[in-house]
């Protein structure tokens, strides 16, 4: 359960206050997952039918799996569009993407009217290259979104994208003005209180061990169970534990590190705003400062759960902690005087296409899922709770007719195929991404292997 963030956010509010489920109980909806998705549901379920009976059941302390450990970005889809324009056309690509957008101002807005210190600044995103074959991967993205009279990102010159990330190992870049970032645990926590607010109960250190996929399905936990009209899966990576959803998602590590305070270091390199920041690598660089002066940065090395097993391989401390340093010891060599506080990793549920999915479990009208987010959770669960909270009330309409509704997701291989695949793209793609550092040219077989690579956070040439 402890990691940077969760301790920093208990350390401000104090422990909450926790009901386990002990006792048989009764819902008319039960969600499984007490994170982004799951609180943004069932606020969403009350929010539209106050009357309802919802419970939320959590294995640890809402917040305390990928929505308290993430790297705070919030940000839109506008980088996905191209994704999305393939899975559902232009005009609900668009939809989709001003509604991720709304989602990022909703969030603030959220934050400010219910006095949730989150920290919310929205000083926008930066997508950058660090290499020379990375510049300019975003112009195809750039010129799709102009025909459709979409014009989210701003082209900045090598000055200014240095100005911005505080240092020159960046060699350009493009803004997305309507990102923002917050503390990702304070605002888990601050969905919470919300939802305890509007009546819904919520049951932690409660992990459901068996789900009984009947007309009534009954969710059991070791010391208790409920049963309800619907169920809603909003477990990020833990999905992988349903066959249906097994080989329709990758669970892959992302880990990060936060460093220890220097307000005047950032100062001194021009890093002061609260601007996310990524590159345009598969292995990911992504980081931001935060007010109190640290910088936090992590980094997707690619390391796969064999056969969706998240178990407690994702939990504590980084063990991959040095190779994230490394990394930002190459982005910000001027800051070396700046030690690294402390490390933590989580697993991420990577589709094929970098997308969410969302749909009835096995096909039972009266089980509901939503998974998929590929690292990029915080802005669009606002829109998942909202698809989840129609399919569940049974409404016809934007959200549960939404693109993102499909059954029809490509799957990974396989295993053990998938596994061994999954270690020769990786190799692959750090032969080429090395490669491309160095200024050379990666060979016909490097390409091809690490072509094969699901699409990351952000879309890449081939795409």
Known sequence: MDNFWLKQAIERLGRPRVQSLSTHATADVTIVGGGYLGL????????HSPSLQVAVVERDLCGAGASGRNGGFVT???????????????DEATRIGKGSADAVLEIGAFCRENGIDAEFRSDGWLWTATSEPQIGCWNSLINELAQHNVRPFKLLDQAEVARLSGTSRNLAGVFEPEAATVQPAVLA????????????????????IHL??????????GKGSVTSKKVVLAINAWGARFAYLRRKVAIVSSDMIATTIGHERLHEIGFRSGVAICDSRMFLNYYRNTPDGRIIFGKSLGHFAFAGRVADNYEGSSPRAREVEESFRKLYPMLNGMSIESSWTGPIDRSVDGLPFFGNLDHQ?????GIGFSGQGIGPTVLGGRILASLALEKVDEWSNCGLVRDDVDKFPIEPFRYVGSILVREALRRKESLEDRLRQPGPLTLAIANRAPVGYVPSRRN
């Not at 926590?189 to 409660?206: C, F």
């Not at 009208?365 to 899922?369: G, T």
């Open 40 to 47: 943004w549901t069932a606020i969403r379920i009350k929010e």
């Open 212 to 221: 009984e996929q009947t007309k009534t399905p009954k969710v059991i936990t």
């Open 189 to 208: 926590l601050g969905l919470r209180n919300y939802a305890l607010k509007l009546g819904v109960t919520i049951y932690e250190h409660s992990p459901m």
């Open 76 to 90: 839109s889809y506008w980088a996905k569009y191209l994704s999305l324009h393939k899975l559902c056309g232009a």
């Open 365 to 369: 009208p009266n089980i509901i899922f």
